[in-house]
């Protein structure tokens, strides 16, 4: 389902623009039909008809104190929602080119409201303005519609309801540990009572710390908005975005900046924990961590569009984190900043996402080693050394602080670990984690050299080279010539389709060739790829991960088949939701998305790909 950004288009309007369609109706809406709204500091997710059903606080790895989400199949607390009496219609977009959220609701004698749904993000006192809280305004469009405005909040992962207090023009909502004020220039004995009520004029909500608001909403909301849509508006103006399939590529750009916490540099897989990847699979994690690997991935996507803000924040919270944790190994994930733990447990009150649990807090995975994370690190800094544009770049400092991880690298490139999917139960030497230790040995060699230390550099790439021979004599599987995605045994694993773009070998190397043909046979399920068919602790997969079919798609284009890779991304751009985002998975049976939401992963395959099929601009207009 294609993002529906700027204004509404009718379906031969979306078929002149690539990647786009008209809004679904509701009976369309699916389960991952959830706008995300934030400004690096908090974000919330809101189902089509304007509820909010996902809301961490005070930062996105805090207590979901709207948790709706996660409550079951027909929740009874944990949302902010908004119902019009007589409703028959909804619609919901993005303001353009922005993270405001509207949703347009209707009844059947011509009433509407407009809900706008921001998290305010602007410029003041001389820096960045971005508080914990929520904003909504709510404007009568059409009629004398009634409402009934309802929040339900609760704590410590919906297991302490609140105690409720009424002040002068605020709710106050107090759990065991933390507090929640929602301050309204509307009547106060409605919401409390969830009365509905005569929507003659806007009104406002203000949802976050129990602190006193000095200014009266109808102006400081208004203002906000205004502030809010300018800052969103001037950062996509910055991008350098493809001539093709910009309205996705803005969209996605815009998804993995609200997945960044601002306050540390830090970048989260997702903003949610236990959206299953498989109904009944137990396959829930929490995401709401820092992976080295996805923030890597995530760096390299926006880099590509200019924006390489995110890049220097997030090797700044990276030497930091490493330095901060003081132990030999790097972990593969990091809390986005201290004071959370990763020690995996059960929300035992949340009942799981439409009732498949459990509901976990944490994430086990951080006591694995996954060898990549040093490729991971010395990637994500690389850009540092040659991009001129940077106020502080790469220089003779950090690559020594880098030396250390390409050292260990090295020792650890033909070990065994638990992979890029994380296996729980057993560890292989993984193709994809020793391509990545051989890209850092590589790419100190590269960076030492341009810091002018020619010898380390000349040693660096001996040693490179040796690896690299080592690798490719275990990865070839000599029936059939194709790439393993473990070491010494024959094993399909999409991540080996990143080779290339590692530098291993090239599109065109035989190897590789023979490697895509299988994958088109024993991988791709109605168009998209699945990571691997092997059992796992778990069972047998059963989703299809996004970023492998982008992978695909991406190998398909470097090796000179771009009709086939343009026929996936079509395919795969028609299956985001009603406003172009994407989560983790698909079940490439139902086409229903799956998993976490919204994944960076996913956002970043989106870029990628789109920037890689994209005519050029000199191709699409100035010599078209």
């Known amino acids: 389902m294609a993002g529906t950004e700027g204004p509404r288009i009718d379906a031969a309007a979306a078929a002149d623009r690539p990647g786009a369609r008209a809004p679904a109706p509701a009976a369309e809406f699916g389960d991952h039909d959830l706008a995300v709204i934030g400004n690096g500091a908090v974000a919330a997710l809101i189902n089509p008809a304007g509820r909010v059903v996902w809301f961490c606080f ?142 003659d004029r806007p009104m406002h909500l203000l949802l976050g710390p129990d602190e006193p608001v000095p200014e009266a909403l109808e102006e400081l909301v208004p203002r906000f908005l205004d502030e809010t849509v300018a800052y969103w508006q001037n950062w996509v103006r910055d991008l350098s975005v493809p001539f093709d399939w910009q309205e996705p590529v803005i969209r996605a750009a815009i998804t993995l900046k609200l997945c960044c916490f601002e306050d540390t540099g830090a970048i989260m897989a997702a903003l949610t924990t236990s959206l299953s990847e498989a109904p009944g699979s137990g396959r829930t994690w929490d995401y709401r961590f820092c992976w080295l690997r996805d923030a890597y991935f995530t760096v390299g996507a926006l880099n590509r569009l200019a924006e390489t803000r995110t890049m220097e924040h997030f090797v700044r919270f990276l030497l930091d984190a490493v330095q ?42 951080f006591t694995q080693r996954q060898n990549d994370v040093y490729g991971s690190i010395i990637l994500s800094a690389s850009q540092m050394f040659w991009d001129e544009r940077l106020p502080l770049r790469g220089d003779a400092a950090l690559y020594r602080r880098l030396c250390p991880f390409g050292r260990t690298a090295l020792a650890h490139a033909l070990e065994p670990d638990a992979g890029p999917w994380e296996i729980r139960g057993t560890t292989e030497v993984h193709s994809f984690s020793a391509a990545m230790c051989w890209a850092a040995v590589h790419r100190m060699g590269l960076i030492a050299a341009r810091v002018g230390e020619a010898a380390e550099a000349a040693d660096w790439r001996t040693k490179a080279d040796t690896l690299r021979g080592q690798i490719l004599a275990r990865v070839i599987v000599a029936e059939g010539g194709w790439i393993s995605g473990v070491l010494d045994r024959p094993m399909l694993d999409a991540s080996v389709l990143l080779l290339p773009e590692l530098g291993l070998l090239s599109h065109g190397d035989p190897r590789f060739l023979a490697t895509l043909d299988l994958f088109g046979e024993r991988l791709l399920r109605n168009g998209f790829l699945m990571r691997y068919i092997e059992q796992d602790d778990f069972g047998e997969p059963e989703t299809a991960f996004l970023i492998c079919t982008f992978w695909y798609i991406d190998a398909l284009a470097g090796a000179g088949r771009r009709d086939q890779a343009l026929a996936l991304f079509e395919k795969i751009l028609a299956r985001r939701n009603h406003v172009g985002l994407l989560s983790e998975g698909i079940a490439p049976g139902s086409f229903a998305l799956r998993g976490n939401f919204p994944q960076t992963y996913s956002q970043v395959g989106l870029i990628l790909s789109a920037m890689r099929l994209s005519r050029s601009w000199e191709e699409g207009l100035w010599r078209a």
């Not at 305004?137 to 009634?146: C, M, N, Q, S």
């Not at 733990?341 to 035992?348: K, L, M, N, Q, V």
């Open 58 to 199: 005070p930062r996105p790895d805090g207590d979901p104190v709207l948790h709706a989400l996660l409550g079951g199949k027909d929740p009874q607390s944990g949302f902010l929602d908004i119902a019009l009496t007589g409703q028959s219609g909804v619609r919901q977009r993005y303001l353009p080119n922005t993270a405001v959220a509207e949703t347009t609701l209707s009844d059947g004698e011509g009433g509407s409201v407009r809900v706008l749904d921001f998290c305010p993000c602007l410029p003041r006192f001389g820096r960045m303005y971005r508080p914990p809280m929520l904003l909504r305004r709510i404007e009568p469009l059409a009629g004398r519609p009634r409402v009934t405005l309802r929040l339900r909040p609760g704590f410590d992962y919906g297991a302490t309801p609140p105690a409720i207090s009424l002040g002068s023009n605020h709710i106050r909502y107090a759990g065991s540990r933390q507090s929640l004020r929602l301050t309204t220039d509307m009547a106060l004995s409605y919401l409390a009572n969830e009365a509905d009520f005569t929507l």
């Open 324 to 365: 901060r944790d003081g132990t030999a190994e790097i972990a593969p994930l990091y809390p986005i900043a201290p004071g959370i733990t990763r020690e995996e447990r059960i929300a035992e009150a949340l009942a799981g996402f439409g009732g498949d649990g459990p509901v976990r807090i944490g994430n086990a995975a």
